[in-house]
């Protein structure tokens, strides 16, 4: 599903509701938080650090691909870390108003209020899944989603918090 919304792209840009750009170091965490959002009916880029988010975006705008509804990012990371990611997207015209969620272990409660961002804490991939549906303009698992699919993805969700603990 292709949208066309100022809130969440410039002038002209086109996005995909579908498609959800997750950044995070930790490969088992981010491969599993991505099995979940795919299960869900959505797009997922995955990325291990702000740099590769940056140059998958890139990427995307040179090949006149849509851009994602949706920055899925942990906040510490190598190379570059989340915060930095954040304020490159910030000064960005391009991407300024990519909307963003981020996730993080930093038990920190004034977190959402100094980056103005929602905040997720891991590593509970329920609560993580419940907040990309919510930030997404459109998310495939409302009531009227097929049966077979929640059901498979409660199963699904349930070895993950197993796996997670």
Do not use: C, Y
Request: hydrophobic share 45%; aromatic share 4%.
């Amino acid at each position: 599903m292709l949208l066309h919304h100022a809130r969440f792209a410039p002038a002209g840009a086109t996005i995909d509701a579908r498609t959800v750009l997750l950044v995070d170091d930790d490969d088992d965490f981010r491969s599993t938080l991505a099995a979940l959002v795919q299960l869900d009916g959505n797009h997922v880029i995955e990325a291990p650090h702000g740099g590769a988010a940056i140059a998958a975006l890139e990427q995307r705008a040179k090949n006149h691909q849509p851009d994602p509804a949706l920055l899925v990012v942990d906040l510490m990371m190598p190379v570059m870390g989340g915060f930095e990611l954040l304020q490159w997207l910030r000064r960005s015209d391009r991407w300024s108003r990519l909307p963003a969620l981020v996730m993080t272990g930093i038990n920190d409660s004034m977190l959402p209020v100094r980056l103005d961002l929602p905040v997720v804490f891991k590593p509970d991939p329920q609560t993580l899944l419940a907040a990309v549906r919510k930030q997404l303009p459109r998310h495939r698992s409302d009531p009227g989603a097929p049966s077979s699919q929640r059901s498979r993805l409660e199963q699904v969700s349930d070895i993950v918090r197993l796996r997670l603990g």
